[in-house]
């Protein structure tokens, strides 16, 4: 089994930033794309940002040049950077982690548990 604890959501003023972490621990062998997505009521989740083993990253055209994604491969944690921040962001944001548990086994995707971000105008 993989836990995912995911850290740093809050109330913000626009303009403001925040920083979310999300650390997985457990049954790993390896770890391949870390990611964040987010969902507002009513709405399906979708992709913010995700960043491969060796650091190429991806971000949803809405966050470009304002959010940065970050990991640590030894510390299996993957950081959120979000600067100037909208309140159109205002979300519940939930990391995800393609894990692979052992050696020539299946991988398998995670969830974390999801942070609530609210940005005030």
């Known amino acids: 089994q993989v836990q995912l604890v995911e850290s740093g959501g809050g109330l913000v003023q626009a303009g403001g930033s925040l920083r979310l972490s999300c650390a997985a621990s457990?049954?790993?062998?390896?770890?391949?794309?870390m990611g964040w997505y987010r969902q507002v009521p009513g709405k399906q989740r979708e992709l913010v940002a995700d960043i491969s083993t060796g650091g190429r990253t991806n971000f949803a055209d809405s966050v470009k040049g304002r959010f940065t994604i970050s990991r640590d491969n030894a510390k299996n944690t993957v950081w959120l950077q979000m600067n100037s921040l909208k309140p159109e962001d205002t979300a519940v944001y939930y990391c995800?982690?393609?894990?692979?548990?052992?050696?020539?086994?299946?991988?398998?995707?995670?969830w974390g548990q999801g942070t609530q971000v609210t940005v005030n105008s």
């Open positions: 995800k982690i393609s894990v692979l548990p052992a050696v020539g086994g299946p991988w398998y995707d995670y």
């Open positions: 457990g049954s790993i062998f390896s770890i391949n794309i």
